[in-house]
């Protein structure tokens, strides 16, 4: 499913920035490149150290700036926000997936 995603976040990624460029979308792909951070630091937070409380903030801040680029890439090209839509979606699964394993396993998941 990731790699779907990620050839669909990249595209739409890449949409934006050939209509507008990076002076004319900064905050745009700006927020794109803060979500990709924060999505990385979750696989860190969950399965790594699993820190289930913290990596639920972590994918909570991502559903927000997922939800937030696709405002912004909206504004500049339609079909990139479109396509981000799977992302928020799959994200918004994971979220209840993470929140679950938290909850049912708070020794693992402390």
Do not use: E
């Amino acid at each position: 499913m990731w790699s779907v995603l990620f050839v669909l976040m990249g595209t739409s990624a890449w949409l934006v920035w050939r209509r507008k460029g990076f002076s004319g979308a900064g905050t745009a792909l700006k927020l794109y490149l803060a979500q990709l951070v924060v999505n990385a630091l979750w696989s860190w937070l969950f399965f790594a150290w699993h820190l289930g409380a913290l990596a639920l903030a972590d994918i909570a801040l991502l559903w927000l700036l997922i939800a937030g680029t696709i405002v912004a890439f909206w504004r500049h090209h339609q079909v990139a926000a479109l396509l981000l839509l799977p992302y928020l979606a799959w994200v918004s699964f994971a979220a209840a997936l993470n929140y679950s394993l938290w909850q049912l396993n708070p020794a693992v998941l402390g």
